[in-house]
């Protein structure tokens, strides 16, 4: 046995990197943030910057960030959880979506490790976000877990015994472009019709409540007058308030919800949902958990279970953070 | 080394089994079938019953059936494809469907293999199907091949790098029970609203055409005079003939299939899709992958491959069979 080496097969190396930080990194449409993290927690203050436009300057905001974190921070990696379709392995984007134009092509992690000299992971945002949620819930010895990224859109990612399940062609785990109706209702940014995130997502609850508006006066309900611009957090505080449509959007919203995560049920029959993103803490599990029971068969009402992510708004950076981790401490191949 | 074994581990018994033929068994809710699989094709002539009333009546059913068959062949074991949720460790029936009453709760491997002295394996028939029409295309390497067998209903199975996946909890790839439309539309025999096979199935094309029949007069079409007793074989006929209303349900039950297609490869991204059942044959093929790929983003559109069982309505019997055998052929634990 070398010296360097412990009991387990671990080298010095590995488990004194394992014991270290590493920088988890969240790039958005709109804004690019990272903060430190340790045993699933972030140990820093977040730092969070506009996401800039076109390729290079995305890579170079991202090492402006690695290296003002360096400075405070001994790292043992970066993790990056970016929106698209990853190789893990290389760390190439392969495929954008609309909110990053110019992205796909980007050899991500070699342009950042040559020019930070730390070891990169990149992997796409749902997919680090139910890893972290996974790991964290201590559930990667489970045949699969699904984690549902709610916020703008619906990202999901798929983890099987600890893993994050990939497909053949690296493209798994589209959830949120399932087809959940029929006759070309609502257009999807990706170019398709009746995508679940259309429904299940903040766009798809503002555009439920929109539904229920025509008609409506501003006497039976504070959001007539916002037609337009209906956000979100107008909805959600008024339905705090007691107003009747939004409550009723509400209501609609987790409908929709509730179809895609009971199809999922059927089709990957996993140990759990967990529930992440900004929008999951509008979210009433015990609503929504009826919900899905309603729209499950027997066997599947009986197991089915959804959880809201400890992780909450740091999913995304927790998870690709120990994604990073994960690589270091691996063994070396013999 | 134990004189038995070969090199590769394997005794001389259980390479010998392998050359042996296995018998695979069909169970559906009104008929029961067997025949002789070797190499994935059936030897045998096949033998078909109807399907009797109670457990113990379809167990007695399905040894008298091993026994006549044992009288001809020496059989290395039987696999056996069943509806329902199957425990394919126990091999005992953990859930059953409405169409064998009564089956939950058999231990059916146990009861076959003490008054037959065979090994028996017994696993969902969608998963059979899948796993024999998986291994039969030598794709037992693939990251992922989703197994979609149409009759009259949709059943799906999901085969990971050559093995079949089960799930948490034992019961994942109830693909047909996705539910693809919204607003409880039409109510499926598991009890749920909208599931996809109530759409992509033969109850979903009979659905679909009776819904274009209202105020059509039988000078325009054939259908018009059967709306009650509508068959799959009549709309298929009919669209043969010419007949509009029965192409245009054809068509549209093509798009429902295709909606169902393309929500399980943006979730699983798998190599292929294979499509078996007595309904395939009367799929078109180049429609379908065109309609897939409209409800595909770019990615999935570029790659999905949709091909036809080369097992036919034998994949069932086929899977079950190669499942028992690849059983048997595992070299023993150490």
């Known amino acids: 046995m070398n010296p360097a080496e412990s009991a387990s097969g671990q080298t010095l190396d590995s ?83 609309g909110n990053l134009p110019g992205w796909e092509g980007t050899p991500l992690k070699t342009l950042i490790e040559s020019r930070t000299m730390l070891p990169i992971q990149v992997d796409n945002d749902a997919n680090a976000a139910a890893y972290g949620d996974t790991l964290a819930m201590r559930m990667e010895d489970k045949e699969c877990v699904i984690g549902v990224t709610l916020g703008t859109g619906i990202g999901t990612g798929i983890i099987m015994r600890g893993k994050v399940y990939r497909g053949a062609h690296l493209a798994a785990a589209e959830g949120g472009h399932m087809r959940i109706s029929l006759g070309n209702q ?76 009971a199809s999922l049920a059927h089709i990957l029959d996993p140990e759990c949902f967990i529930i992440s993103g900004g929008l999951s803490s509008v979210v009433d599990f015990e609503l929504l958990r009826e919900m899905v029971i309603d729209r499950c068969m027997p066997r599947y009402a009986e197991s089915v279970q959804i959880l809201h992510s400890e992780l909450g708004i740091y999913a995304g950076i927790i998870g690709a953070a120990h994604e990073v981790l994960t690589h270091i401490s691996k063994p070396p191949a013999a």
Chains 1, 2 share one sequence.
Not at 187 to 211: H, I, M
Not at 236 to 241: E, G, I, L, W
Request: glycine share 10%; charged share 15%.
């Open 15 to 97: 488990m004194l990197k394992k014991k270290m930080p590493a920088l988890g990194i969240d790039l958005g449409g709109t804004k690019l943030s990272a903060a430190v993290v340790s045993d699933f927690k972030v140990i820093s203050e977040p730092r969070t910057v506009p996401t800039p436009h076109g390729a290079d300057n995305i890579v170079s905001a991202i090492v402006d960030l690695i290296k003002s974190f360096q400075n405070e921070h001994v790292l043992a990696g970066a993790g990056i959880a970016t929106a698209g379709v990853v190789d893990p392995t290389t760390g190439n984007i392969l495929g954008s979506t």
């Open 186 to 261: 609502r257009f999807c940014t990706c170019g398709l019709f009746d995508c679940w995130e259309e429904y299940g997502s903040g766009r798809g609850l503002v555009a439920t409540t929109k539904e229920l508006l025509p008609g409506v006066t501003s006497a039976q309900s504070e959001l007539a007058n916002h037609v337009e611009f209906l956000t979100t957090r107008m909805i959600t505080a008024a339905a705090d308030n007691g107003d009747i449509i939004a409550q009723k959007g509400m209501n609609i919203w987790h409908q929709h919800l509730a179809a895609g995560i």
